[in-house]
């Protein structure tokens, strides 16, 4: 065992590991000297893991896993964490928008009894859309899954040994790595970082990433956009029904006296679309059971290094 693990998982990240690796030595050696690096080539396209096996080649402390296609960042902190060994784990990203030198505080954090401590970014060095899709994520979020999150905390954070088998033994198929920590309990608190600027390039997560990770995120932690699936038919069936007897009564009364074309295509582009947006959200949870009844692994690693 260790007394601490660091996984950091790696895309677009070859110029970035030698700091990062030289950043994290210089704040954990003060602490303990018995540790582990460990970066997770999530099958980056540059030249991530030829840059990983050069470093773990003069440092054992710093451990490779290569995994065998891309399955995104939470499969591969999902990676690390089964292989790490450390008491406790920390997880950062590679483009060190997270500074390693907030570990020490956390770590400390963590040995007064804390399971979960994560990292609240009281300055973001982040693009307008990206803050502004952070604050629309996590508000629909919060309403559609019922609880509270911190749009502030994202990975970033140092997690007992204890919650990382719990984590790791959870067979869910589709994943998001702060939400389902968010969900398992334990004891909880936050430290607040200051959020840095991303030592090189730019950020993978486009627009069409950060829906995609939207949508896996609400999807597989609620079943609420059901139950307003079924609510909103119930009010438009009421709706219709009172349509109905208000046309009865009008045409006996004489108030009708021309049909109304454009209301009836209104009517029927409205229901239509109506029921299309139902069973698109009915369509989305099939698939999220499709996913995880064939049962495949998470993630598969094609290669390790000092492991």
């Known amino acids: 065992m260790m007394d601490l693990s660091i996984v950091s998982p790696v895309y677009h990240g070859e110029g970035m590991l030698d700091e990062l690796v030289k950043r994290i030595h ?35 402390k710093v451990k490779g896993i290569n995994l065998s296609r891309n399955f995104g960042q939470p499969y591969a902190i999902t990676a690390g964490l089964t292989y790490a060994k450390g008491d406790y784990v920390a997880v950062i990203d590679c483009d060190l928008q997270n500074k390693p030198e907030d570990l020490p505080k956390m770590y400390q954090k963590a040995l007064e009894g804390y399971d979960v401590v994560s990292a609240r970014r009281v300055v973001r060095d982040d693009t307008f859309l990206k803050r502004m899709s952070s604050t629309v994520f996590h508000k629909v979020y919060d309403f559609l899954s019922g609880f509270e999150t911190d749009k ?44 840095d600027h991303r030592l090189e390039g730019k ?87 499709f996913d995880q009844v064939k049962g495949r692994p998470v993630f598969i690693v094609s290669e390790t290094l000092n492991i």
Request: proline share 2%; hydrophobic share 45%; charged share 15%.
């Open 152 to 195: 502030a905390i994202a990975e970033f954070g140092i997690y007992s040994q204890k919650i990382v088998k719990v984590y790791c033994s959870i067979p869910e198929y589709s994943r998001s790595f702060v939400e389902l920590i968010h969900t398992l309990g334990f004891k909880k608190t936050a430290v607040d970082v200051y959020h």
């Open 26 to 60: 210089a704040a954990i050696q003060p602490l303990t000297n018995n540790y582990e690096i460990i970066l997770v080539n999530d099958c980056s396209p540059d030249d991530s893991w030829n840059k990983i096996k050069n470093i773990c080649a003069n440092d054992k």
């Open 203 to 289: 950020s993978s997560y486009n627009l069409k990433r950060l829906l995609t990770l939207s949508y896996n995120s609400i999807i597989s932690n609620s079943n609420r956009p059901l139950y307003l699936a079924v609510t909103l038919g119930l009010i438009m069936s009421v709706l219709s029904f009172l349509m109905a007897i208000y046309n009865v009564f009008a045409k006996l009364l004489g108030m009708i006296e021309v049909a109304g074309y454009s209301s009836t295509i209104f009517s029927i582009w409205f229901v239509g679309g109506l029921l299309l947006f139902m069973m698109g959200i009915l369509g989305l949870y099939i698939g999220k059971i």
